[in-house]
């Protein structure tokens, strides 16, 4: 008899975020779970607790409870599983998008061929395949008194045009390798924005992966002085780990504990929201990111989850530079790769008028980044992320230049 169907390898649900350390952003590798319920990789919890930064010795990182000592933190089997089939179900769905991406190269390729063999018919380089050789070679035929002679010149008529037929058929095959190719990527294709459609269309999403040049915003710095604002850190959500200076537009990673009581309203990594709120209107402000190596910068609801990262959530939406020559654009989870430019200032358009966010590189002249419809069904704070690891690295809200 036979059993159940096990369904899918990896629950359609499964998020990388569910199966992350917040320490190193990271799949979990040897999950540790604590006895308060949050589970971290055993060495990110053993490198955080030697460095004395998760607040009382021997805390958790999340909710700060106390914790067992090192060498009692044993691997959770389960989520250990788990991570394993989600790396196994990313390593799949690789190799699907390398056969997807072979096939477009595949159909390039004919078409590139297609394109030479139509072109060499048109030039008619080949000797044998016109009409003056062939009378030519016939008349040499007929002239010849010799039997052989007569055979060997009646012959190569039929030769003359075995090049120009063997043309005709290579083209003929090609041009139905052609059609099938096409008919099958067009299928796909068609299904595949089928699906991209109804994904964004769906109420739970409202991510747009492409710039959105309707109603573009300005262009020129002076052009945004109207809407200039210069908000402020707030100082109940930053983590312990960064330090906020007087005016509260510079932010900085720690290089000591911070003594800040720990409340609900603190992110648990690096990262800090601006006290301003916005639910209507348009408003522009800019970040210098010189003197930080790993970034983010965006706009997030008050209520996004304490524990998650910027752009990883319904609720925000960022632009983030690793550190690795690589800038990409966040929101659901998402991630469109931008570029390998890093901006050194980065202008925030927020038009919650026509329901749209712009990011721009700032300098003599404004470059366009990317471009997202955004919802304000909350209000939505400025937010920024900082690589924790780092210490010294800091974001300045500076004021705008018009």
């Known amino acids: ?91 799949e769905a690789a190799a699907q998008k390398s056969i ?18 139509r072109n060499l018919q048109s030039q008619k380089h080949l000797p044998e395949s016109g009409p003056e050789n062939e009378r030519s070679t016939l008349s040499m035929g007929m002239s010849s008194s010799d039997g052989a002679d007569l055979a060997l010149a009646s012959s190569k008529p039929v030769t003359s045009d075995t090049p120009e037929r063997k043309m005709k058929d290579i083209l003929h095959d090609l041009e139905e390798i052609q059609k099938k190719l096409q008919e099958n990527f067009t299928w796909k294709g068609a299904l595949e924005e089928h699906l ?86 348009q408003q522009y402000w800019e970040v210098d990111t010189q003197h930080c190596s790993h970034w983010a910068v965006g706009v997030a609801s008050w209520g996004m989850r304490r524990t998650q990262i910027l752009g990883r959530t319904k609720d925000s939406y960022c632009v983030e530079w690793k550190g690795n020559s690589q800038l990409s654009a966040w929101h659901m989870v998402q991630e469109t790769v931008l570029g390998s430019d890093r901006p050194k200032v980065v202008g925030i358009w927020l ?36 690589y924790g690891l780092n210490p010294g690295n800091s974001l300045t809200i500076r004021p705008v230049n018009v």
């Open 100 to 117: 997807k991406e072979v096939g477009r190269e595949l159909t390039e390729l004919v078409e590139q061929l297609v394109g030479i063999v």
């Open 1 to 91: 008899m036979a059993g159940p169907d096990p369904g899918p390898a990896v629950p359609v649900w499964l998020a990388e975020d569910d199966l992350g350390c917040i320490i190193c952003h990271g799949l979990l590798a040897w999950p540790a779970t604590l006895p308060c319920g949050h589970s971290f990789c055993r060495d990110c919890l053993k490198g955080l607790w030697a460095a004395g930064c998760a607040g009382p010795p021997r805390s958790c990182p999340t909710c700060r409870a106390s914790a067992a000592e090192p060498r009692q933190l044993r691997k959770n089997t389960m989520l250990q599983e788990l991570v394993d089939k989600y790396s196994r179900a990313l390593r």
């Open 351 to 386: 038009d919650l008028e026509e329901g749209k966010l712009a990011f721009y590189s700032v300098a003599d002249q404004e470059t366009l980044l990317y471009e997202c419809p955004v919802s304000a069904s909350s209000p939505l704070h400025p937010a920024f992320w900082l």
């Open 196 to 281: 991209q459609v109804e994904l964004q269309e769906a109420p739970s999403s409202s991510s747009h992966p492409l710039p959105d040049h309707s109603c573009p915003a300005p262009r020129r710095a002076f052009q945004f002085a109207q809407w200039a604002i210069s908000p402020t850190f707030d100082l109940r959500s930053h983590s312990c780990s960064l330090e906020v200076s007087e005016d509260c537009r510079v932010v900085t990673v720690s290089h000591w504990p911070q003594t800040h009581l720990w409340n609900h309203e603190r992110f648990v990594t690096c990262q800090v929201l601006c006290s301003q709120a916005f639910s209507s209107g």
